[in-house]
T-cell receptor, first 109, second 115 residues
Framework: GQNIDQPTEMTATEGAIVQINCTYQ??????LFWYQQHAGEAPTFLSY??LDGLEEKGRFSSFLSRSKGYSYLLLKELQMKDSASYLC??????????WGAGTKLIIKP | IAGITQAPTSQILAAGRRMTLRCTQD?????MYWYRQDLGLGLRLIHY???????GKGEVPDGYSVSRANTDDFPLTLASAVPSQTSVYFC??????????????FGAGSRLTVL
């Protein structure tokens, strides 16, 4: 079956760095998305990886290892506004999105 | 502002009633989707449409129907609501049509409670 696993909740301190991991099992693979969702709001796009390696966008970076079925989202210089859920989504061979349940990130001052 | 508009924002509904959630986008995106989001679960696809005039079933289509008469509108209908359909419903769209891994733009969501 197809599955996305990510931790349910993580806590980090303002100004620190946090890494949110995601492992995936999909029928075929056409990339992996990360979305951010603030409480009560819509998910918004953060990153898309289809090749192995690290992609950096300001304070946020996303890493992919296709051989390990693994990705992570790295958030640096954490700000209180980064408190949100982070959704990992794999794209299967039919270009269907398989979604994880999301990781709720709590930032403490 | 370009994007997706969903209505209503929130609704409480008696079981057995019919309900239509509206979704309109102004980005001229080909593909549109309806998801439900429940606590502890990932987003689950209900129905989708790759282009105007076509629709398809997602992971959890039972009890729901959709139509796509034009590019902009993609309403979701619950013919006879049941309590298990209590959820937050998100409409989304993407510009790539039926192929490619395309970024989704989501509406703000419709919170539905069925009593």
């Amino acid at each position: 079956g197809q599955n996305i696993d990510q931790p349910t909740e993580m806590t980090a301190t303002e100004g620190a760095i946090v890494q949110i991991n995601c492992t995936y099992q999909t029928s075929g693979f056409n990339g992996l998305f990360w979305y951010q969702q603030h409480a009560g709001e819509a998910p918004t796009f953060l990153s898309y990886n289809v090749l192995d390696g690290l992609e950096e966008k300001g304070r946020f970076s996303s890493f992919l290892s296709r051989s390990k079925g693994y990705s992570y989202l790295l958030l640096k210089e954490l700000q209180m506004k980064d408190s949100a859920s982070y959704l990992c989504s794999g794209v299967d061979s039919n270009y269907q999105l398989i979604w994880g349940a999301g990781t709720k990130l709590i930032i403490k001052p | 502002i370009a994007g997706i508009t969903q209505a209503p924002t929130s609704q409480i509904l008696a079981a057995g009633r019919r309900m239509t959630l509206r979704c309109t986008q102004d980005m001229r995106h080909n593909a549109m989707y309806w998801y439900r989001q429940d606590l502890g679960l990932g987003l689950r696809l209900i129905h989708y449409s790759n282009t105007a005039g076509t629709t398809g079933k997602g992971e959890v289509p039972d009890g729901y129907s959709v139509s796509r008469a034009n590019t902009d509108d993609f309403p979701l209908t619950l013919a006879s609501a049941v309590p298990s359909q209590t959820s937050v419903y998100f409409c989304a769209s993407s510009g790539g049509g039926s192929s490619g891994a395309n970024v989704l733009t989501f509406g703000a969501g419709s919170r539905l409670t069925v009593l």
